[in-house]
């Protein structure tokens, strides 16, 4: 999959742009709030219906317009265009996938699979464990089959046997959906450990080249303890999550531990630190997607130079030429990134939200 044209409207700063990106790296540069991470957030948002820097839509929308709009021609490995559409405006969503109105995120974002990293990545580590699990969720979706239902099955027991224990239901009643919800479950658990056995050597193997001194550790949790079935879990927690209102274990709570010799990463290692270990967390996963699934994916980096001292950013770059994914990257400078290793590249000039071409 890759992006072959993108009209971006009335998206932060940028009133009407169109984008022709080129299969290989596309080096967006321009001065500060030019509007370059604007761009990339816009591809994010295509792919995502939610932006990576923030949750509220009327921070995307142009200031004074009453919604945004991206356009986009996705390129399929058999060469055939999806457009992709997305009407937004402060209270009401439109998508349009081959022209037909969808209303799941997921049919759009099955079709355009899109990974960023950008200066803020680091909370990833920092924050709370539901970023974690959409880290996990996010190849899952994209490479295991029936993940999307099974998850939707499990939320919908989830939510009743929840709002059964709020209203303080009868035993019986709480314990009706315990079955299906240890049957999803079950299910759930397997493609995720299923997908993080094949993307953790990815990891490792990038891990190992930037990280000399210290030891980190990303590892696995499913959101129950390894030995006990979920069953006997709801079973003997009934009473206590009656009290709270609310189911304790189960996928809902699954989480990926990152750890710096034996210590939470979340202190042990540096804020730069920490980019670069989520931002190396992102690359193997678009790596995983490629090679297992044959499919490119597409790759945003916001802000590469200013993320790195040079030795780590020539490391980077040299990762990303054996890469098999269309990727956009922000400078503030053309020179700062060395694109040489690149066939098939294009720069584009940002102005205060407007485009140019510069080869
Ligand atoms: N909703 C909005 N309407 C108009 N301008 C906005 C909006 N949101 C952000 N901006 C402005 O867009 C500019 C571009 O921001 P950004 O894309 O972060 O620039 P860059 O990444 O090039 O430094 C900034 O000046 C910012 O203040
Ligand atoms: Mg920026």
């Given at each position: ?17 169109q ?5 290989g ?12 991470t604007?761009?990339?957030?816009a ?14 839509v009327?921070d995307?929308?142009?200031?004074d317009?009453?919604?945004l ?13 999806i457009?992709?559409g ?46 974690r ?64 056995v ?43 999550e ?5 189911t ?38 678009a ?20 993320e ?12 990303l ?39």
């Amino acid at each position: 999959m890759r992006l072959a044209h993108l009209q971006i409207q009335n998206f932060r700063n940028i009133e009407n742009i169109q984008l022709t990106p080129v299969k290989g790296v596309n080096l967006i540069y321009g001065d500060n709030a030019a509007g370059k991470t604007s761009i990339l957030e816009a591809i994010y948002y295509l792919s995502h219906i939610r932006s990576f820097r923030t949750r509220h839509v009327t921070d995307l929308i142009l200031r004074d317009c009453s919604y945004l709009q991206l356009v986009a021609k996705i390129e399929t490995p058999e060469k055939h265009i999806i457009p992709l559409g997305i009407r937004r405006s402060r209270n009401k969503s439109e998508i349009r996938v081959n022209k037909q109105p969808v209303n799941r995120v997921s049919e759009i974002a099955a079709k355009f699979p899109v990974v960023a990293i950008h200066p803020d990545s680091y909370t990833l580590i920092t924050g709370n464990p539901g970023q974690r699990r959409q880290y996990l969720d996010w190849g899952v979706f994209h490479v295991e089959h029936g993940f999307f239902q099974a998850w939707q099955r499990f939320k919908k027991s989830l939510l009743q046997r929840n709002a059964a224990l709020k209203s303080r239901q009868n035993a019986d009643v709480c314990q009706m959906w315990n079955k299906e919800i240890r049957n999803s479950a079950n299910y759930i658990d397997q493609l995720r450990q299923q997908y993080f056995v094949s993307l953790i050597p990815y990891i490792n193997e990038l891990i190992q080249l930037f990280f000399t001194i210290e030891k980190i550790e990303v590892e696995y949790k499913r959101g129950w303890p390894a030995d006990l079935d979920l069953l006997e879990l709801l079973d003997r927690n009934l009473q206590k999550e009656r009290i709270k209102g609310y189911t304790y274990y189960g996928p809902h709570r699954a989480e990926i531990s990152i750890k710096g010799n034996d210590q939470s990463a979340q202190t042990f290692i540096s804020r730069g630190q920490q980019n670069t270990l989520v931002a190396l967390m992102r690359l193997a996963q678009a790596m995983q997607f490629t090679e297992v699934t044959s499919r490119s994916c597409v790759l945003l980096y916001d802000d590469l130079a200013a993320e790195l001292d040079e030795k780590h950013r020539e490391m980077i770059l040299s990762v990303l030429t054996k890469m098999n994914i269309q990727l956009f990257i922000t400078a503030i400078e053309k020179q700062q990134i060395d694109l040489s290793a690149w066939h098939v590249k294009e720069m584009f000039h940002v102005e205060h939200g407007s485009l140019s071409t510069s080869s």
